[in-house]
């Protein structure tokens, strides 16, 4: 065997090793599509309260800021899990009912 045709097996195996996380890119890119999907079409049927109208009262009193939000169903629920951070640094996740805005539990992450 000569020294030359390792080479294209090392670079198809370069490629064959990079495939498989474009496709769990791909497959992610597409849950969040089908979850965005959902979410819009709970806020057009009026099961859910807009983000808008639910994060400056989460702010005010809490005295943090929004970093991220999610829209979740649990146990038939839609439920607005949403990290907040707070102006010392710290971060707290806060369970809010995305139909009446309630808030349902709250926790502070410790250091």
Known sequence: MKPTSILPCLVLGLF???APPAVADSD??????????RARA???RGEILPLHTILPKLEERFGARM??????????????????????????????????????????EDD
């Open 16 to 18: 064959a090793g990079f």
């Open 28 to 37: 992610r890119d597409h849950d969040r599509d089908r979850d965005h999907d």
């Open 42 to 44: 709970a806020l057009a």
């Open 67 to 108: 970093l991220e939000v999610e829209l979740e169903r649990e146990h038939g629920v839609f439920v607005y899990e949403v990290e907040l951070i707070t102006p010392g640094g710290r971060i707290m996740e806060v369970m809010v009912d995305a139909t009446t805005g309630a808030v349902l539990e709250h926790e502070t």
